[in-house]
């Protein structure tokens, strides 16, 4: 396939058969090349795949019963490279990676495990899973690769990326162990999209359900897309979506889109 610009999305969307309108309209809007989705919150027989499959999207999906879960949509031709995290040392690991091929780029969505549940045992998990993801990076860097990795990070990685009383010190999300491994991703050489273009300011990416968070405007910008050094020229825009927060039954995250001019 040759190098042609392309529309890259995430989207946590707290389960895709709930959402799967939403998903289908936001498709039919955008139309995004490739968009990786998480929490899809189904087994990989249950997703509404012949529905997007209508709509000119290819899936490839990684289920779960009940939990977790992610895929990846693409109206654009695509080769699945992995549906595990490489390197994880984790005998039955969360459905919470999925890598694919789009050409020259490798497109990895991630749902990256939240930490505050578990005690100590879940937080070392969230940390282990970061360490495997940077390893992973790096040797995509070392092998000279094209990437960008975009999904849930469960990440607030400053304190401009969550609203005033949104998280407290000690959550998961802000924890400086949390943000150190955030940021020993980014000293690979990788670009936060988002903050490339639009350094400061508040930009979120997710609001409670709880609070009116909404309605407050009290929210958390924990979905990112990481780029690696020539994906990161290729960079036109990046921004949420927040209209999909207003709708109707809406998922608490909004979609994040990247834009890439053509390599």
């Avoid at 802000?174 to 150190?180: D, E, G, Q, S």
């Avoid at 300011?201 to 609070?211: E, K, L």
């Amino acid at each position: 396939m040759p190098d042609q610009p392309l529309r890259i999305a995430t989207w946590n969307v707290n389960s895709v058969r709930q959402r799967q309108g939403h998903v289908e309209r936001w498709l039919a809007r955008v139309q995004p090349d490739v968009l990786v989705l998480q929490e899809i919150k189904c087994e990989s027989p249950a997703f509404p795949g012949a529905v997007f499959e209508a709509a000119g999207y290819h899936s490839v999906v990684v289920g779960q019963k009940s939990y977790n879960g992610v895929a990846a949509l693409s109206r654009v031709p695509f080769e699945v490279v992995h549906t595990a995290l490489p390197g994880l040392a984790d005998e039955t690991p969360a459905a919470r990676y999925i890598e694919i091929l789009v050409g020259n780029l490798t497109i990895i969505g991630i749902y990256l495990p939240n930490g505050n549940s578990g005690g100590d045992a879940g937080y070392a998990a969230k940390l282990a899973w970061m360490d495997a993801l940077t390893a992973h990076a790096k040797a995509l860097m070392d092998a000279d690769r094209d990437f960008i990795i975009l999904g849930d990070y469960n990440v607030a990685p400053t304190d401009e990326d969550y609203a005033l009383g949104a998280l407290s010190a000690t959550d998961a999300l802000v924890r400086p162990a949390t943000r150190a491994k955030y940021r020993s991703l980014l000293w690979l050489g990788l670009t936060d999209a988002i903050r490339a273009l639009h350094p400061t300011g508040a930009i979120y990416t997710f609001w409670d359900y709880q609070s009116a968070a909404w309605q407050r405007d009290s929210g958390l910008r924990i979905d990112h897309a990481l780029l690696s050094p020539r994906v990161a020229e290729r960079l036109v825009s990046a921004m949420p979506d927040r209209r999909e927060r207003g709708e109707e039954q809406p998922s608490d995250h909004v979609p994040v889109v990247v834009e890439l001019a053509a390599a």
